[in-house]
């Protein structure tokens, strides 16, 4: 199967940065996307960006301008560039993969455990 972990979540202070990232591992045939998810207390959880292995990006509206997510497609890994930081970016950031495992080559979704960004006004 194909392993997410994430690290580099933290506390700052509105107006922040941080640098979230992302390592793929386990028996791995391809990742077509790779990208992040936030979940918010009380929140469903909203996506925050996606890049494709072409670095094709998608970006939630509320992120834009401030965020940017960069992939390394030899090393699986995905980071998130957070700028700009907001007491409303506080939540679980989940990295999320879309890819076939050796195993069985069947293109699912894969997930992460989240990494905490709390943002404090």
């Known amino acids: 199967q194909v392993q997410l972990v994430e690290s580099g979540g933290d506390l700052v202070q509105a107006g922040g940065s941080l640098t979230l990232s992302c390592a793929a591992s386990?028996?791995?045939?391809?990742?077509?996307?790779m990208g992040w998810y936030r979940q918010a207390p009380r929140k469903q959880r909203e996506l925050v960006a996606t890049?494709?292995?072409?670095?094709?990006?998608n970006y939630a509206d509320s992120v834009k301008g401030r965020f940017t997510i960069s992939r390394d497609n030899a090393k699986n890994t995905v980071n998130l560039r957070m700028n700009s930081l907001k007491p409303e970016d506080t939540a679980v950031y989940y990295c999320?993969?879309?890819?076939?495992?050796?195993?069985?080559?069947?293109?699912?979704?894969?997930w992460g455990q989240g990494t905490q960004v709390t943002v404090s006004s």
């Open positions: 890049i494709t292995s072409g670095d094709v990006t």
């Open positions: 999320y993969a879309l890819g076939r495992p050796i195993s069985d080559r069947i293109r699912r979704d894969f």
């Open positions: 386990g028996r791995i045939l391809s990742i077509d996307i």
